[in-house]
Structures are given as structure tokens and as C-alpha cells.
């Protein structure tokens, strides 16, 4: 919003500076991300690509009868010119093993999978969750600006900004931290104690969110406007668990 707003003293119009806002600071940011991604990181829990069929799984998935299929450019043919599809499995000690192995995908396939509602589950959640998040840190600096700028003297679009900027400094200790509470759930309780966190976290942010926009609702007038605290705190709130 800082930038934003010294690129609108500087003579752009509104939909200029917001574009030139977009360039100058996230998009540099995605782009060093996407490079380091690409040089750092892995292509499967195998290595790289070609070696996905090398897990100990890729066998256990042959004996149950699934078809597991290397792309042409990946098999191996003798000198009789047969090809070699077999599976080299490298020796790890398990506790437990997921069975969910790559296979070719097919239009069969993919109807099958697109008609599973567990497909749709996590699609829904991410929805529900990330999406409100992104509601709140795309809109809410036009919320308290319009509830505080005649209300509190030097409040503006900058300030509006500052206050909204919190929640996504809020990502920085409530990523890392959801997800070291959901391994310890997995620990104790299994899939089915992340299920329930998972749930909880749910209703908790929906529920502060429902109150958050009553209370705005019946606390603003002509004269009177919402406690800024109140305001920030429920949102917050609703913020925390949408991001664990």
C-alpha cells in the first residue's frame, strides 16, 4: 500500500500504480521462488522423475495388480529388441507404506477420479480456508479504511494498509506452527485426530468471521464506529485458524 501510494503522488493513475505495485514487488519475489524450485528442488520422493517406480512401493503396487507404466522415452530396450519394464526397488525400512503409486492417466481414470467426492474434500477446504484468507488480506484494507478514515484522524489508505498487512505477517508463525500441531495429532490420535483439527480450525474461523461482520454491522453509524481493537482482534482470530 506504501508503494502503491507514493506511485500515486508520483502522477499514476490508480489502475496504473496498482499494476506497476504488482511488478515492482511481488512478481520478482515468484519468479526468484519458481527459479530456486527449479534448482533445488526434487521432482518425487524417488529423485528425479524417472526414478519414481524405484520406491519400494512401485512393487508392493505390482503384486496388488496395478499397472504401472514407464513413459516411452524411459524404457530400456536389449539387444533382442524387447523392452525392460521391470522394477528396481532400493531397500528402505517402512513403518508404514502408502499405497498411492503414479500411473498412466487415462480418460477412464480421470472420470473415476473427478466422480470421488475425497477428490473434492481437499478442493472445498482450500476453498473455504485460503480463499477467505485471500478475502481478507485483499479487502479489508478497503473495510477499515471506510470505517476509520473520517473517524480517526490520519487514518488513510497507507494506514488502512499497515493494519491489514498483519494478517499476512500472521502466515510467518501460524504455517509452521499448524503444521507442527497437526503432526502431533498424527502422532497421538492418526488421520482421525487431523480430521477433527481440521474441523475445529473450520468452524472456529467461520464462526469468527460470522461474528466479526455482525459486529460491524451493529456497532457502525453516522457517529459511531466499531472499536478498532475488536475489529482486529476477531478477524485475527479468523485469520490464525484459517492458516493453521
Known amino acids: 500500500t506504501a508503494l502503491y501510494q507514493s506511485l500515486r503522488d508520483r502522477g499514476l493513475s490508480q489502475h496504473v500504480a496498482w499494476r506497476a505495485s504488482f511488478a515492482i514487488v511481488p512478481a520478482p519475489i515468484l519468479?526468484?521462488?519458481?527459479?530456486?524450485?527449479?534448482?533445488?528442488?526434487?521432482?518425487?520422493?524417488?529423485?528425479?522423475?524417472?526414478?519414481?517406480?524405484?520406491?519400494?512401493?512401485?512393487?508392493?503396487?505390482?503384486?496388488?495388480?496395478?499397472?504401472?507404466?514407464?513413459?516411452?522415452?524411459?524404457?530400456?530396450?536389449?539387444?533382442?529388441?524387447?523392452?525392460?519394464?521391470?522394477?528396481?526397488?532400493?531397500?528402505?525400512?517402512?513403518?508404514?507404506?502408502?499405497?498411492?503409486?503414479?500411473?498412466?492417466?487415462?480418460?477412464?481414470?480421470?472420470?473415476?477420479?473427478?466422480?470421488?467426492?475425497?477428490?473434492?474434500?481437499?478442493?472445498l477446504a482450500y476453498l473455504t480456508t485460503f480463499g477467505a484468507e485471500l478475502a481478507i488480506d485483499s479487502q479489508m484494507a478497503n473495510v477499515l479504511f471506510g470505517l476509520y478514515n473520517k473517524r480517526i484522524h490520519g487514518f488513510n489508505q497507507t494506514t488502512a494498509g499497515y493494519y491489514t498487512s498483519i494478517f499476512g505477517f500472521l502466515n510467518l508463525v501460524t504455517r509452521p506452527l499448524g503444521g507442527y500441531i497437526g503432526d502431533l495429532l498424527y502422532r497421538s490420535f492418526g488421520t482421525k485426530g487431523k480430521k477433527y483439527w481440521t474441523l475445529l480450525c473450520g468452524l472456529i474461523m467461520g464462526a469468527a468471521l460470522i461474528a466479526g461482520g455482525f459486529y460491524i454491522q451493529d456497532n457502525t453509524s453516522r457517529t459511531h464506529a466499531p472499536s478498532l481493537a475488536t475489529v482486529m482482534g476477531v478477524f485475527s482470530l479468523a485469520s490464525v485458524f484459517s492458516e493453521f
Open 31 to 123: 519468479i526468484l521462488v519458481a527459479v530456486l524450485t527449479l534448482i533445488y528442488g526434487t521432482d518425487h520422493p524417488a529423485g528425479k522423475w524417472s526414478q519414481r517406480h524405484t520406491i519400494p512401493v512401485a512393487e508392493i503396487a505390482v503384486e496388488q495388480g496395478h499397472d504401472i507404466q514407464g513413459d516411452p522415452d524411459e524404457k530400456n530396450v536389449d539387444e533382442k529388441g524387447t523392452q525392460d519394464t521391470s522394477v528396481t526397488v532400493r531397500p528402505v525400512n517402512l513403518v508404514a507404506i502408502d499405497l498411492a503409486v503414479n500411473e498412466r492417466l487415462t480418460v477412464k481414470g480421470a472420470l473415476k477420479i473427478l466422480s470421488n467426492p475425497l477428490t473434492w474434500l481437499p478442493t
